[in-house]
T-cell receptor
Framework: SAVISQKPSRDICQRGTSLTIQCQVD?????MFWYRQQPGQSLTLIAT?????????ESGFVIDKFPISRPNLTFSTLTVSNMSPEDSSIYLC???????????FGPGTRLTVT | RKEVEQDPGPFNVPEGATVAFNCTYS??????FFWYRQDCRKEPKLLMS???SGNEDGRFTAQLNRASQYISLLIRDSKLSDSATYLC???????????FGTGTRLTVIP
């Protein structure tokens, strides 16, 4: 499986500001995914990021709030814009890696918005 | 209706016990099934894929029943290190994203 790193690992931010989360993979991958895990909840897909095209957002998530970049096949960023306390969550990136389309996750970014 | 439903538990079992988790999924066109394990404050990690014929990996056995849209995970001879949240995960045909259940929390007690 791929080795995935995320930066920052955690941050505390004030409401109204924005945070950009980076995801780096040690091998080239076609698809990268961004998930959110709110406290006590399971994971919810935010968007799928393909290199060279616009990200595809899931219902309830919009580009203005969660802009995504995918400049190459090993890197992606997710920005959480104009943050509110409701955005406090763990944000995880993942890549597809197997015969059955299983995914492997980065260590996550723990965001607290005050 | 949720895509994937699990009993959240918690399941508290003694060391050495056998424990089983169940999961149901709503979309009959689902194509791939997995169990992930998530430790506290960590990312989910793939435990095993679930094959149509069922599969076993050491103390862990996964079963799939397509007719009933039901997946199970059996853990034999539980160890303290098995304490974690177990997530049932499904991929729908034609989609790439994973649908996660809410997870079943297991605590193995000495």
């Amino acid at each position: 499986s791929a080795v995935i790193s995320q930066k920052p690992s955690r941050d505390i931010c004030q409401r109204g500001t924005s945070l950009t989360i980076q995801c780096q993979v040690d091998s080239q991958v076609t698809m990268m995914f961004w998930y959110r895990q709110q406290p006590g909840q399971s994971l919810t897909l935010i968007a799928t990021a393909n290199q060279g095209s616009e990200a595809t957002y899931e219902s309830g998530f919009v580009i203005d709030k969660f802009p995504i970049s995918r400049p190459n096949l090993t890197f992606s960023t997710l920005t959480v814009s104009n943050m509110s306390p409701e955005d406090s969550s763990i944000y995880l990136c993942s890549v597809e890696g197997g015969e059955y389309y299983e995914q492997y996750f980065g260590p996550g970014t723990r965001l607290t918005v005050t | 209706r949720k895509e994937v439903e699990q009993d959240p538990g918690p399941f508290n079992v003694p060391e050495g016990a056998t424990v089983a988790f169940n999961c149901t999924y709503s979309n009959s066109a689902s194509q791939s099934f997995f169990w992930y394990r998530q430790d506290c404050r960590k990312e989910p990690k793939l435990l095993m894929s679930v094959y149509s014929s069922g599969n076993e990996d050491g103390r862990f056995t996964a079963q799939l029943n397509r007719a009933s849209q039901y997946i199970s995970l059996l853990i034999r001879d539980s160890k303290l290190s098995d304490s974690a949240t177990y997530l049932c995960v499904v991929i729908k045909t034609g989609a790439n994203n994973l649908f996660f259940g809410t997870g079943t929390r297991l605590t193995v007690i000495p």
